[in-house]
């Protein structure tokens, strides 16, 4: 318990809230592996807290004063988060209790902590506790719904539709976790302090966090209120610029992947999705490669819809992944190849549904069709020049060539299509695409 309390004492009188959090992790550093356990061990439930009590408060540090009140509250924080890495220990010793009880023990240090801001005056630079607590307190959460799941006899993979809401009971803890990290942010954003000691430097983290429980949840629905309450309080808060760049590239992803979702992209004056997510493409370090291979998932997508452009080799080289899922398709479109596109969308199905683009990259057929359209173009060749004139490619083109190009680029066909089915794709391709209205035809 010494050590626990030398940082606890060395964070205070530093104002450090990245060491403090420190103190009340559940997972033991790289360099003191035991430090759980000798922590749990150094004391017993009956004398805790009078152990914590004495560590905490009863110091020479005539720098380090509490009011009664503070004193007490982090006090209360400490027994919490004692009783908490018992339950972890047992668990993880596979001895007795389970991430249920886990999850309650994390939840009751969470509220203790969250009644030390509320009622006890605990300062704005201890915020990163809140960041620790709650960022677990959702990871306890997902696995003691999943522990309880399995013991009902639930059975579920790691697929979309596991984050549905649908089935009773089955995300319980976590949506009771979404309402504990709801208050962290209420908590935030109505402080009225001034800014330099302001509890708002923590509302981007708590945001992001909102965000990722309720994408779990699949509640995205909800993220809308969190992104109006933001706006509505944008004048009380710092400029963005002044938050952690990491909180915000975060922020950027989750909002442009909520406006993605909205179909907000085909908005050609705003673009909003684009802006956010190329915003989010642009600040993110250059050696979170997962972070950057999250944010492409949905920026090729919305970059093939809103510019027609596709990403280029060089682009996914360090992403396999995206290597995988993207290579195919990207080629098929280039080549007008409907064939390959229809193949390597259905190749791709599990995983675009995953992650909701696959709507989204069917209309890509679109794009491909054009580009087919547009070889029959090509290939047409020239009209005879007349009277020494340079000569003009072909501007009227028979039905027929493009029915036979379809043919061809769609070998699942076992039919020719006739030319009415030929002249309605000629016109939804005049209406979405606006490339062909200059180019006349005839039957």
Not at 120 to 137: D, H, K, M, N, Q
Not at 226 to 231: H, P, V, Y
Not at 245 to 251: D, N
Not at 299 to 304: A, F, K, Q, V
Request: with cysteine.
């Amino acid at each position: 318990m010494d050590i626990i309390s030398r940082d606890f004492r060395v964070a205070h009188m530093n104002c450090s809230g990245p060491l403090l959090a420190t103190t009340i992790t559940p997972v033991a550093p790289l360099d003191d592996p035991k430090r759980l356990i000798r922590f749990f061990e150094s004391s017993s439930s009956f004398a805790v807290s009078t152990d914590i009590r004495s560590c905490l408060l009863a110091h020479p540090d005539a720098e380090l004063r509490f009011a009664k009140s503070e004193g007490n509250a982090w006090v209360d924080v400490y027994i919490a988060y004692w009783k908490a890495t018992g339950d972890i220990l047992a668990v993880n010793d596979a001895e007795k209790g389970g991430w249920t009880r886990v999850h309650e023990s994390w939840k009751e240090l969470t509220n203790t902590l969250i009644r030390g801001y509320s009622n006890s005056g605990f300062e704005a630079w201890t915020i990163p506790c809140l960041y620790v607590t709650a960022r677990y307190l959702r990871t306890f959460a997902i696995k003691a719904d999943k522990e309880q799941n399995v013991e009902n006899g639930v059975s579920f993979g790691v697929d979309l539709q596991d984050d549905m809401a649908g089935n009773p009971g089955k995300n319980e803890r976590l949506e009771n976790t979404a309402r504990i990290i709801n208050r962290i942010f209420t908590m935030c954003i109505s402080d009225r302090a001034p800014l330099e000691s302001s509890r708002k430097w923590g509302l981007y983290y708590t945001t992001n966090l909102l965000f990722k429980t309720y994408f779990k949840l699949n509640s995205i629905g909800l993220s809308k209120n969190i992104i109006r309450a933001l706006q509505a309080s944008r004048i009380d808060m710092p400029p963005m610029e002044s938050f952690p760049k990491s909180h915000i590239v975060t922020f950027k992803y989750y909002v442009g992947v909520i406006l993605f979702l909205e179909e907000d992209y085909v908005q050609p004056a705003a673009k909003k999705a684009e802006e956010y997510l190329t915003d989010a493409w642009n600040m993110c370090h250059k050696g979170a490669q997962r972070n950057q291979e999250l944010i492409l998932t949905y920026l090729i997508p919305c970059h093939l819809l809103t510019t027609h452009t596709l990403p280029t080799a060089d682009l996914l080289a360090p992403y396999p992944r995206l290597q995988r899922i993207f290579g195919d398709l990207g080629q098929s479109v280039r080549r007008g190849d409907l064939a390959g596109f229809d193949g390597a969308l259905a190749n791709g199905e599990d995983e675009f549904v995953k992650r909701r683009i696959y709507l989204t990259l069917e209309r890509g057929r679109d794009i491909a069709l054009r580009n087919l359209f547009r070889k029959v173009y090509l290939v047409g060749g020239f009209e005879e020049p007349k009277d020494g004139a340079l000569p003009l490619r072909r501007t009227r083109i028979p039905v027929a060539e493009f029915g036979a190009a379809l043919h061809l680029g769609n070998k699942t066909l076992d039919h020719r299509l006739d030319n009415d089915e030929v002249e309605c794709l000629l016109a939804n391709m005049i209406y979405k695409v606006r490339d062909l209205n200059s180019c006349d035809y005839v039957a």
